[in-house]
């Protein structure tokens, strides 16, 4: 059974960082997919960025390109999601998942496991 347990929210100023973390277990991941996604208040489930587990290879929304990034850390099983310079329009429940497939994809219901989120809320 995969478990996908995120941590690392919190509040913070804007033009502040925060560091999500994305503890998984239950599997080899060599041949997953991981992502990050966001849901604010009434809002559709929106894609953050990806990396595939085995080449550490990222890609980004083009919202948070150039100050978020994403890394794996193979030895801990941990994915994680660096943000910098963050604005008040990044506040939403990050959630990280795990897609069965080196072929990453941006859409929510392309992957197969989620962890329970992490609130990032960030005040101007």
């Known amino acids: 059974q995969v478990q996908l347990v995120e941590s690392g929210g919190g509040l913070v100023q804007a033009g502040g960082s925060l560091r999500l973390s994305c503890a998984a277990s239950g599997r080899t991941f060599s041949r997953y997919g991981m992502g990050w996604f966001r849901q604010a208040p009434g809002k559709e489930r929106e894609f953050v960025g990806n990396?595939?587990?085995?080449?550490?290879?990222?890609n980004y929304a083009d919202s948070v390109k150039g100050r978020f990034t994403i890394s794996r850390d193979i030895a801990k099983n941990t994915v994680y999601l660096q943000m910098n310079s963050l604005k008040p329009e990044d506040t939403a429940l990050y959630y990280c998942?795990?897609?069965?497939?080196?072929?990453?994809?941006?859409?929510?219901?392309?992957?197969?496991?989620w962890g329970q989120g992490t609130q990032v809320t960030v005040s101007s």
């Open positions: 990396i595939i587990w085995s080449s550490g290879i990222p």
């Open positions: 998942a795990a897609k069965r497939s080196r072929i990453l994809t941006r859409t929510p219901r392309d992957y197969d496991y």
